[in-house]
Protein backbone atom coordinates (compact mmCIF):
# COMPACT_ATOMS: atom_id res chain seq x y z
CA UNK A 1 0.00 0.00 0.00
CA UNK A 2 1.12 3.64 -1.11
CA UNK A 3 2.14 5.95 1.87
CA UNK A 4 -0.83 8.30 0.52
CA UNK A 5 -3.23 5.54 0.59
CA UNK A 6 -2.27 4.12 3.56
CA UNK A 7 -3.36 7.74 5.29
CA UNK A 8 -6.24 8.34 3.22
CA UNK A 9 -7.98 5.09 4.63
CA UNK A 10 -7.78 6.60 8.11
CA UNK A 11 -10.03 9.53 6.96
CA UNK A 12 -11.31 7.85 4.28
CA UNK A 13 -12.00 4.09 4.87
CA UNK A 14 -13.60 2.13 7.13
CA UNK A 15 -12.64 2.71 10.29
CA UNK A 16 -12.22 6.61 10.14
CA UNK A 17 -13.22 7.58 13.69
CA UNK A 18 -9.43 6.11 15.13
CA UNK A 19 -7.41 9.76 13.77
CA UNK A 20 -7.04 12.30 16.92
CA UNK A 21 -4.70 15.31 16.85
CA UNK A 22 -1.54 14.70 18.43
CA UNK A 23 0.62 16.31 21.86
CA UNK A 24 3.94 15.83 21.58
CA UNK A 25 5.07 13.73 22.46
CA UNK A 26 1.96 11.46 22.68
CA UNK A 27 1.72 10.24 26.65
CA UNK A 28 -0.19 7.09 27.57
CA UNK A 29 -2.97 6.57 29.70
CA UNK A 30 -2.06 3.44 31.26
CA UNK A 31 -1.63 3.08 35.39
CA UNK A 32 1.71 3.78 36.09
CA UNK A 33 2.10 1.93 39.20
CA UNK A 34 1.69 -1.35 36.41
CA UNK A 35 3.14 0.24 33.21
CA UNK A 36 5.71 2.69 34.24
CA UNK A 37 6.33 5.60 31.50
CA UNK A 38 4.88 4.49 28.24
CA UNK A 39 5.35 7.80 26.58
CA UNK A 40 5.95 7.42 23.13
CA UNK A 41 9.72 7.20 21.54
CA UNK A 42 9.58 9.12 18.61
CA UNK A 43 11.44 12.13 18.87
CA UNK A 44 11.74 15.45 16.71
CA UNK A 45 14.65 13.69 15.02
CA UNK A 46 13.02 11.12 13.77
CA UNK A 47 10.35 13.53 11.44
CA UNK A 48 12.01 16.75 11.87
CA UNK A 49 12.59 16.38 7.88
CA UNK A 50 9.19 15.79 7.13
CA UNK A 51 7.40 18.39 7.83
CA UNK A 52 7.94 20.88 4.79
CA UNK A 53 10.14 23.32 7.13
CA UNK A 54 8.50 23.30 10.31
CA UNK A 55 9.05 22.24 14.04
CA UNK A 56 7.16 19.97 15.52
CA UNK A 57 6.02 22.84 17.71
CA UNK A 58 4.79 24.42 14.71
CA UNK A 59 3.26 21.69 13.30
CA UNK A 60 1.65 21.20 16.92
CA UNK A 61 0.13 24.77 16.93
CA UNK A 62 -0.60 25.04 13.66
CA UNK A 63 -2.98 21.83 13.64
CA UNK A 64 -0.92 19.66 11.46
CA UNK A 65 0.65 16.53 13.06
CA UNK A 66 -1.83 13.75 14.03
CA UNK A 67 -1.60 10.24 15.67
CA UNK A 68 -3.65 6.80 15.09
CA UNK A 69 -2.54 5.49 18.44
CA UNK A 70 -3.08 1.94 19.37
CA UNK A 71 -0.63 1.60 22.21
CA UNK A 72 -2.76 1.88 25.20
CA UNK A 73 -5.55 -0.83 24.27
CA UNK A 74 -3.29 -3.27 22.77
CA UNK A 75 -0.39 -2.83 25.57
CA UNK A 76 -1.67 -4.61 28.51
CA UNK A 77 -3.14 -7.98 26.09
CA UNK A 78 0.31 -8.50 24.26
CA UNK A 79 1.69 -10.95 26.59
CA UNK A 80 -1.24 -13.36 26.57
CA UNK A 81 -1.54 -12.60 22.90
CA UNK A 82 1.78 -13.47 21.84
CA UNK A 83 1.75 -16.48 23.73
CA UNK A 84 -0.72 -17.78 21.23
CA UNK A 85 0.39 -20.21 18.57
CA UNK A 86 1.20 -18.28 14.93
CA UNK A 87 0.84 -14.91 16.88
CA UNK A 88 3.10 -12.00 17.06
CA UNK A 89 1.64 -8.83 17.64
CA UNK A 90 2.99 -4.70 18.14
CA UNK A 91 1.12 -2.04 19.73
CA UNK A 92 1.27 0.46 16.84
CA UNK A 93 1.29 4.69 17.40
CA UNK A 94 1.42 6.13 13.46
CA UNK A 95 2.38 9.98 13.32
CA UNK A 96 0.91 11.59 10.19
CA UNK A 97 1.47 15.11 8.99
CA UNK A 98 -1.05 17.54 7.44
CA UNK A 99 0.84 18.34 3.70
CA UNK A 100 -0.11 21.57 2.15
CA UNK A 101 -2.10 19.66 -0.57
CA UNK A 102 -4.52 18.59 2.32
CA UNK A 103 -3.37 15.26 2.36
CA UNK A 104 -1.94 13.21 5.33
CA UNK A 105 1.44 11.66 4.97
CA UNK A 106 2.63 9.03 7.93
CA UNK A 107 5.86 10.40 9.38
CA UNK A 108 6.82 7.50 11.83
CA UNK A 109 5.45 4.38 13.13
CA UNK A 110 6.76 3.12 16.49
CA UNK A 111 6.17 -0.67 17.03
CA UNK A 112 6.29 -1.73 20.90
CA UNK A 113 6.70 -4.95 22.45
CA UNK A 114 6.04 -5.45 26.53
CA UNK A 115 8.83 -5.40 28.78
CA UNK A 116 8.84 -6.94 31.93
CA UNK A 117 11.38 -5.36 34.24
CA UNK A 118 11.02 -4.14 38.11
CA UNK A 119 7.50 -5.35 38.64
CA UNK A 120 6.47 -3.47 35.75
CA UNK A 121 5.01 -3.94 32.05
CA UNK A 122 7.01 -1.23 30.47
CA UNK A 123 7.57 -0.97 26.49
CA UNK A 124 9.99 -1.61 24.64
CA UNK A 125 9.83 0.25 20.77
CA UNK A 126 11.64 0.78 17.99
CA UNK A 127 10.64 3.57 15.75
CA UNK A 128 10.69 3.47 11.87
CA UNK A 129 10.19 6.33 9.07
CA UNK A 130 9.93 6.12 5.65
CA UNK A 131 11.94 4.62 2.68
CA UNK A 132 11.31 3.89 -0.89
CA UNK A 133 14.17 1.51 -1.50
CA UNK A 134 15.95 -1.44 -1.02
CA UNK A 135 14.90 -3.41 2.12
CA UNK A 136 14.49 -0.60 4.19
CA UNK A 137 11.06 -0.42 2.32
CA UNK A 138 10.11 -3.61 2.70
CA UNK A 139 10.20 -2.60 6.41
CA UNK A 140 8.32 0.77 5.88
CA UNK A 141 5.58 -1.83 4.21
CA UNK A 142 6.30 -3.99 6.88
CA UNK A 143 5.53 -1.25 9.73
CA UNK A 144 2.28 -0.25 8.04
CA UNK A 145 1.06 -3.96 7.42
CA UNK A 146 1.51 -4.39 12.03
CA UNK A 147 -0.50 -0.78 12.12
CA UNK A 148 -3.30 -2.14 9.78
CA UNK A 149 -3.34 -4.98 11.71
CA UNK A 150 -4.27 -3.28 15.06
CA UNK A 151 -6.75 -1.25 13.20
CA UNK A 152 -8.99 -4.09 11.98
CA UNK A 153 -9.23 -5.78 15.30
CA UNK A 154 -10.11 -2.41 16.82
CA UNK A 155 -12.38 -1.91 13.88
CA UNK A 156 -14.45 -5.21 14.01
CA UNK A 157 -14.70 -5.20 18.06
CA UNK A 158 -14.81 -2.01 19.36
CA UNK A 159 -16.20 0.74 16.15
CA UNK A 160 -18.21 -2.13 14.88
CA UNK A 161 -19.64 -4.69 17.03
CA UNK A 162 -19.23 -2.43 20.44
CA UNK A 163 -19.95 0.92 18.87
CA UNK A 164 -23.40 0.10 16.47
CA UNK A 165 -24.80 -3.13 17.13
CA UNK A 166 -23.96 -3.83 20.97
CA UNK A 167 -24.82 -0.52 22.66
CA UNK A 168 -28.27 0.18 20.24
CA UNK A 169 -29.62 -3.14 21.95
CA UNK A 170 -30.75 -1.55 25.68
CA UNK A 171 -32.59 1.32 23.57
CA UNK A 172 -34.19 -0.97 21.27
CA UNK A 173 -35.48 -3.13 24.51
CA UNK A 174 -36.14 0.04 26.55
CA UNK A 175 -38.22 1.56 23.65
CA UNK A 176 -40.43 -1.86 23.18
CA UNK A 177 -41.01 -2.68 27.08
CA UNK A 178 -41.74 1.55 27.93
CA UNK A 179 -43.16 3.05 25.12
CA UNK A 180 -46.11 2.51 23.72
CA UNK A 181 -46.55 2.02 19.69
CA UNK A 182 -48.87 4.98 19.18
CA UNK A 183 -45.89 6.62 21.43
CA UNK A 184 -44.47 10.25 19.20
CA UNK A 185 -40.71 8.53 20.26
CA UNK A 186 -41.36 4.95 19.43
CA UNK A 187 -42.59 5.86 16.30
CA UNK A 188 -40.02 7.99 15.37
CA UNK A 189 -37.60 5.34 16.93
CA UNK A 190 -38.78 2.28 15.82
CA UNK A 191 -37.35 2.49 11.86
CA UNK A 192 -33.85 2.37 13.41
CA UNK A 193 -34.38 -0.88 15.12
CA UNK A 194 -35.49 -3.07 12.08
CA UNK A 195 -33.81 -6.75 12.25
CA UNK A 196 -30.93 -5.05 14.86
CA UNK A 197 -31.65 -8.00 17.06
CA UNK A 198 -32.43 -10.72 15.19
CA UNK A 199 -28.94 -9.90 13.84
CA UNK A 200 -27.31 -9.89 16.91
CA UNK A 201 -28.79 -12.94 18.00
CA UNK A 202 -27.43 -14.28 14.65
CA UNK A 203 -24.18 -12.87 15.38
CA UNK A 204 -23.85 -14.15 18.80
CA UNK A 205 -24.51 -17.72 17.37
CA UNK A 206 -21.71 -17.66 14.61
CA UNK A 207 -19.54 -15.00 14.91
CA UNK A 208 -18.78 -13.60 17.99
CA UNK A 209 -19.62 -16.92 20.26
CA UNK A 210 -16.38 -18.53 21.72
CA UNK A 211 -14.58 -20.14 18.78
CA UNK A 212 -16.87 -18.45 16.21
CA UNK A 213 -15.45 -17.20 12.98
CA UNK A 214 -14.60 -13.49 15.02
CA UNK A 215 -12.22 -15.51 16.75
CA UNK A 216 -11.06 -17.34 14.02
CA UNK A 217 -9.84 -14.73 11.78
CA UNK A 218 -9.10 -11.68 13.74
CA UNK A 219 -6.20 -11.33 15.41
CA UNK A 220 -7.53 -11.17 19.12
CA UNK A 221 -8.61 -14.62 19.08
CA UNK A 222 -10.57 -15.93 22.37
CA UNK A 223 -9.61 -12.16 24.03
CA UNK A 224 -12.01 -10.56 21.28
CA UNK A 225 -14.97 -10.19 23.52
CA UNK A 226 -12.73 -9.59 26.30
CA UNK A 227 -11.38 -6.67 24.82
CA UNK A 228 -14.34 -5.51 23.36
CA UNK A 229 -16.18 -5.78 27.13
CA UNK A 230 -12.98 -3.90 28.77
CA UNK A 231 -13.27 -1.05 26.00
CA UNK A 232 -16.95 -0.53 26.81
CA UNK A 233 -16.04 0.75 30.17
CA UNK A 234 -15.01 3.73 28.69
CA UNK A 235 -17.96 4.30 26.58
CA UNK A 236 -20.20 7.03 26.75
CA UNK A 237 -23.61 7.74 25.20
CA UNK A 238 -22.54 11.57 24.18
CA UNK A 239 -19.71 11.16 22.19
CA UNK A 240 -21.36 8.45 19.91
CA UNK A 241 -22.72 12.08 18.37
CA UNK A 242 -20.66 12.99 15.84
CA UNK A 243 -20.06 16.39 16.34
CA UNK A 244 -18.76 15.45 20.34
CA UNK A 245 -16.48 12.70 18.88
CA UNK A 246 -15.10 15.05 16.48
CA UNK A 247 -14.37 17.67 19.16
CA UNK A 248 -13.17 14.83 21.77
CA UNK A 249 -10.82 13.82 19.42
CA UNK A 250 -9.19 17.53 18.99
CA UNK A 251 -10.46 16.88 14.74
CA UNK A 252 -12.85 20.03 15.05
CA UNK A 253 -13.98 22.92 17.19
CA UNK A 254 -17.18 24.27 18.29
CA UNK A 255 -18.18 27.28 15.84
CA UNK A 256 -21.45 28.72 15.93
CA UNK A 257 -21.41 30.71 13.13
CA UNK A 258 -20.69 27.19 11.10
CA UNK A 259 -23.95 25.31 9.65
CA UNK A 260 -22.91 22.23 11.76
CA UNK A 261 -22.05 24.38 14.74
CA UNK A 262 -18.39 22.92 14.65
CA UNK A 263 -15.35 23.53 12.28
CA UNK A 264 -13.09 20.48 10.89
CA UNK A 265 -9.57 21.59 11.42
CA UNK A 266 -8.42 19.29 9.07
CA UNK A 267 -11.10 20.24 6.20
CA UNK A 268 -10.70 17.18 3.59
CA UNK A 269 -11.91 14.74 5.88
CA UNK A 270 -14.14 12.67 3.91
CA UNK A 271 -16.06 10.84 6.80
CA UNK A 272 -16.55 13.88 8.79
CA UNK A 273 -17.41 16.08 6.12
CA UNK A 274 -20.19 13.74 4.96
CA UNK A 275 -21.19 12.46 8.60
CA UNK A 276 -21.59 15.88 9.53
CA UNK A 277 -24.32 17.01 7.16
CA UNK A 278 -25.96 13.79 7.63
CA UNK A 279 -25.82 14.34 11.78
CA UNK A 280 -26.93 18.10 10.90
CA UNK A 281 -30.33 16.64 8.82
CA UNK A 282 -31.10 14.20 11.45
CA UNK A 283 -30.93 17.09 14.16
CA UNK A 284 -32.78 19.07 12.12
CA UNK A 285 -35.56 16.42 11.74
CA UNK A 286 -35.93 15.38 14.91
CA UNK A 287 -36.58 19.20 16.23
CA UNK A 288 -39.41 19.19 13.92
CA UNK A 289 -40.73 15.89 14.89
CA UNK A 290 -40.47 16.52 18.64
CA UNK A 291 -41.51 20.02 18.69
CA UNK A 292 -44.95 18.65 17.39
CA UNK A 293 -45.41 16.53 20.48
CA UNK A 294 -43.81 18.37 23.15
CA UNK A 295 -44.12 22.41 23.47
CA UNK A 296 -42.47 22.69 26.42
CA UNK A 297 -40.00 21.01 29.06
CA UNK A 298 -42.76 20.43 31.66
CA UNK A 299 -44.61 18.13 28.34
CA UNK A 300 -41.43 16.16 28.27
CA UNK A 301 -41.04 16.30 32.42
CA UNK A 302 -44.32 14.89 32.85
CA UNK A 303 -44.76 11.96 30.11
CA UNK A 304 -44.51 8.82 32.22
CA UNK A 305 -43.80 6.53 29.21
CA UNK A 306 -40.99 8.46 28.18
CA UNK A 307 -39.28 8.77 31.37
CA UNK A 308 -39.53 5.00 32.19
CA UNK A 309 -37.80 4.64 28.71
CA UNK A 310 -34.54 6.65 29.92
CA UNK A 311 -35.02 5.39 33.43
CA UNK A 312 -34.33 1.75 31.36
CA UNK A 313 -32.55 2.62 29.05
CA UNK A 314 -29.80 3.83 31.71
CA UNK A 315 -30.34 1.88 34.93
CA UNK A 316 -31.03 -1.29 33.56
CA UNK A 317 -29.97 -1.53 29.42
CA UNK A 318 -26.40 0.12 30.55
CA UNK A 319 -26.73 -0.14 34.05
CA UNK A 320 -22.88 -0.93 34.38
CA UNK A 321 -22.10 2.77 33.54
CA UNK A 322 -25.62 3.98 35.67
CA UNK A 323 -23.63 6.07 37.63
CA UNK A 324 -21.91 8.13 35.42
CA UNK A 325 -22.10 11.94 35.47
CA UNK A 326 -22.34 12.26 31.40
CA UNK A 327 -26.13 11.03 31.05
CA UNK A 328 -28.51 13.20 29.77
CA UNK A 329 -30.96 13.86 32.67
CA UNK A 330 -34.12 13.74 30.29
CA UNK A 331 -35.85 17.25 31.95
CA UNK A 332 -35.46 19.01 28.70
CA UNK A 333 -36.80 18.78 24.76
CA UNK A 334 -33.20 19.46 23.93
CA UNK A 335 -32.05 16.65 25.73
CA UNK A 336 -34.54 14.65 24.15
CA UNK A 337 -33.44 15.84 20.68
CA UNK A 338 -29.79 14.98 21.54
CA UNK A 339 -30.79 11.57 22.45
CA UNK A 340 -33.01 10.91 20.22
CA UNK A 341 -30.49 11.98 17.08
CA UNK A 342 -27.26 10.09 18.80
CA UNK A 343 -29.79 6.82 18.54
CA UNK A 344 -30.45 7.44 15.09
CA UNK A 345 -27.02 8.58 13.83
CA UNK A 346 -25.52 5.55 15.56
CA UNK A 347 -28.20 2.78 14.03
CA UNK A 348 -27.87 4.67 10.48
CA UNK A 349 -24.61 6.39 9.64
CA UNK A 350 -22.45 5.26 11.95
CA UNK A 351 -23.34 1.65 11.19
CA UNK A 352 -23.06 2.33 7.81
CA UNK A 353 -19.48 4.30 8.01
CA UNK A 354 -18.35 0.78 9.20
CA UNK A 355 -19.87 -1.92 7.50
CA UNK A 356 -20.45 -1.17 4.21
CA UNK A 357 -17.08 -0.60 3.28
CA UNK A 358 -15.27 -3.88 4.59
CA UNK A 359 -15.31 -5.70 1.59
CA UNK A 360 -14.16 -3.02 -0.80
CA UNK A 361 -11.41 -2.12 1.60
CA UNK A 362 -10.26 -5.05 2.93
CA UNK A 363 -11.17 -7.81 0.78
CA UNK A 364 -7.98 -7.72 -0.69
CA UNK A 365 -6.81 -8.65 2.41
CA UNK A 366 -2.70 -7.57 2.02
CA UNK A 367 -4.90 -3.89 2.65
CA UNK A 368 -6.10 -4.18 5.60
CA UNK A 369 -4.88 -7.82 6.99
CA UNK A 370 -6.32 -9.30 10.28
CA UNK A 371 -3.41 -10.33 11.87
CA UNK A 372 0.02 -10.83 12.01
CA UNK A 373 2.35 -13.76 12.83
CA UNK A 374 5.78 -13.15 13.19
CA UNK A 375 8.27 -10.15 14.26
CA UNK A 376 10.07 -7.43 12.03
CA UNK A 377 13.22 -8.63 10.46
CA UNK A 378 16.25 -7.28 12.89
CA UNK A 379 19.19 -6.81 10.86
CA UNK A 380 21.95 -9.12 10.21
CA UNK A 381 19.14 -12.09 10.75
CA UNK A 382 18.20 -15.13 8.23
CA UNK A 383 14.49 -13.44 7.98
CA UNK A 384 16.33 -10.01 7.00
CA UNK A 385 18.15 -11.45 4.28
CA UNK A 386 15.51 -13.13 2.96
CA UNK A 387 13.55 -10.06 2.94
CA UNK A 388 16.34 -8.56 0.63
CA UNK A 389 15.86 -11.67 -2.13
CA UNK A 390 11.89 -11.89 -2.22
CA UNK A 391 10.04 -9.50 -0.09
CA UNK A 392 6.66 -10.48 -1.13
CA UNK A 393 6.97 -14.13 0.56
CA UNK A 394 8.35 -12.64 3.99
CA UNK A 395 5.44 -10.11 3.72
CA UNK A 396 2.79 -12.74 2.97
CA UNK A 397 3.91 -14.97 5.74
CA UNK A 398 4.08 -11.95 8.14
CA UNK A 399 0.33 -11.43 7.52
CA UNK A 400 -3.24 -13.67 8.10
CA UNK A 401 -2.29 -16.76 7.13
CA UNK A 402 -3.98 -18.74 3.83
CA UNK A 403 -7.08 -20.10 6.05
CA UNK A 404 -8.16 -17.22 8.10
CA UNK A 405 -7.55 -14.93 5.29
CA UNK A 406 -10.68 -16.68 2.94
CA UNK A 407 -12.91 -17.22 5.98
CA UNK A 408 -12.87 -13.18 6.62
CA UNK A 409 -12.86 -12.36 3.28
CA UNK A 410 -15.81 -14.43 2.66
CA UNK A 411 -17.59 -12.58 5.90
CA UNK A 412 -16.58 -9.63 5.02
CA UNK A 413 -18.25 -9.89 1.12
CA UNK A 414 -21.22 -10.98 3.25
CA UNK A 415 -21.42 -8.55 5.84
CA UNK A 416 -20.81 -5.58 2.76
CA UNK A 417 -23.50 -6.39 0.93
CA UNK A 418 -27.01 -4.75 0.99
CA UNK A 419 -30.42 -6.42 1.01
CA UNK A 420 -32.72 -6.62 -2.12
CA UNK A 421 -35.81 -4.90 0.93
CA UNK A 422 -33.25 -2.59 2.28
CA UNK A 423 -35.03 0.68 3.55
CA UNK A 424 -32.51 3.63 3.38
CA UNK A 425 -32.40 6.95 5.69
CA UNK A 426 -35.50 9.01 4.53
CA UNK A 427 -37.37 6.18 3.66
CA UNK A 428 -40.41 4.73 5.71
CA UNK A 429 -41.50 1.12 5.07
CA UNK A 430 -45.42 2.15 4.98
CA UNK A 431 -46.69 5.90 4.34
CA UNK A 432 -48.92 5.25 7.01
CA UNK A 433 -46.31 5.18 10.28
CA UNK A 434 -48.39 8.21 10.99
CA UNK A 435 -51.47 10.03 10.64
CA UNK A 436 -50.43 13.53 11.82
CA UNK A 437 -50.18 15.52 8.68
CA UNK A 438 -47.31 17.82 10.63
CA UNK A 439 -45.23 14.79 10.98
CA UNK A 440 -45.24 13.43 7.28
CA UNK A 441 -44.58 16.74 6.44
CA UNK A 442 -41.45 17.30 8.42
CA UNK A 443 -40.51 13.88 7.22
CA UNK A 444 -40.65 14.52 3.81
CA UNK A 445 -37.99 17.76 4.40
CA UNK A 446 -35.66 15.56 5.75
CA UNK A 447 -35.90 12.82 2.98
CA UNK A 448 -35.39 16.40 0.46
CA UNK A 449 -32.24 17.34 2.29
CA UNK A 450 -30.60 13.68 2.41
CA UNK A 451 -31.70 14.01 -1.52
CA UNK A 452 -29.90 17.34 -1.78
CA UNK A 453 -26.51 15.76 0.47
CA UNK A 454 -26.50 12.86 -2.46
CA UNK A 455 -25.36 15.58 -4.99
CA UNK A 456 -23.19 17.32 -2.50
CA UNK A 457 -21.22 14.04 -2.00
CA UNK A 458 -21.23 13.38 -6.03
CA UNK A 459 -19.98 17.06 -6.08
CA UNK A 460 -17.15 16.54 -3.47
CA UNK A 461 -15.78 13.26 -5.01
CA UNK A 462 -15.68 15.31 -8.26
CA UNK A 463 -13.17 17.89 -6.90
CA UNK A 464 -9.64 17.34 -8.07
CA UNK A 465 -9.09 19.91 -5.33
CA UNK A 466 -10.15 17.25 -2.36
CA UNK A 467 -7.61 14.36 -2.72
CA UNK A 468 -8.61 12.64 -0.10
CA UNK A 469 -11.68 11.84 -1.33
CA UNK A 470 -10.88 9.38 -4.01
CA UNK A 471 -6.90 8.56 -3.54
CA UNK A 472 -4.71 6.78 -5.31
CA UNK A 473 -6.82 4.41 -6.17
CA UNK A 474 -9.63 6.35 -7.30
CA UNK A 475 -12.01 4.68 -5.13
CA UNK A 476 -14.55 7.30 -4.42
CA UNK A 477 -15.70 7.84 -0.72
CA UNK A 478 -19.76 7.32 -1.20
CA UNK A 479 -20.12 4.94 2.07
CA UNK A 480 -22.22 8.29 3.69
CA UNK A 481 -24.43 8.49 0.55
CA UNK A 482 -28.10 8.39 1.83
CA UNK A 483 -29.40 6.86 -1.46
CA UNK A 484 -32.42 7.82 -0.50
CA UNK A 485 -33.81 8.66 -3.23
CA UNK A 486 -33.80 4.90 -4.55
CA UNK A 487 -36.97 3.40 -4.38
CA UNK A 488 -36.58 0.55 -6.68
CA UNK A 489 -34.26 -1.56 -4.32
CA UNK A 490 -31.74 -2.01 -7.29
CA UNK A 491 -29.44 -0.94 -5.13
CA UNK A 492 -28.63 -4.40 -3.84
CA UNK A 493 -25.46 -6.29 -3.09
CA UNK A 494 -21.85 -4.81 -3.06
CA UNK A 495 -22.74 -0.95 -3.64
CA UNK A 496 -20.15 0.09 -1.20
CA UNK A 497 -22.53 3.39 -0.97
CA UNK A 498 -26.20 3.41 0.86
CA UNK A 499 -27.09 4.26 4.68
CA UNK A 500 -29.78 2.04 5.65
CA UNK A 501 -32.19 2.91 8.46
CA UNK A 502 -31.07 0.36 10.92
CA UNK A 503 -28.10 -2.49 11.47
CA UNK A 504 -29.82 -4.91 9.98
CA UNK A 505 -26.30 -7.05 8.67
Known sequence: MTDAEFAREILAGVNPMMITRVEFPPKSTLDPSQYGDHTSTITEAHIGLSLEGLTVQQAVASNRLYILDHHDHMMPYLVRLNNLDDTFLYATRTLLFL?????????????????LEGGLTTAKSTVY???????????????????CVNDYGYH???????????????????????????HPVHKLLHPHYRDTMNINSRARELLVSAGGIIE????????????????YKDWNFNEQALPDDL????????????????????????????????????EQWVTEYLAIYYTSDSVLQSDVELQAWWKEVR????????????????KTVAELVKACATIIWTGSALHAAVNFGQYPYAGYHPNKPSASRRPMPEPDSEEYSLLARDPEKVFIRTITNQMQAIIGISLLEILSKHSSDEIYLGQRDTPEWTSDAKALE?????????????????????????????????????LLYPNTSDHTGEAEGLTARGIPNSISI
Open 129 to 147: TPASTGVEAWIWQLAKAYV
Open 442 to 478: AFKRFGMRLEGIESQVVALNGNPQLKNRNGPAQFPYM
Open 247 to 282: IKRGMAVRDPSSPHKVRLLLEDYPYAVDGLAIWTAI
Open 216 to 231: LTVFQRKYAMEMSSVT
Open 315 to 330: EVGHGDLKDAAWWPKM
Open 99 to 115: KGDGTLAPVAIELSTPL
Open 156 to 182: QLVSHWLNTHAVMEPFIIATNRQLSVT
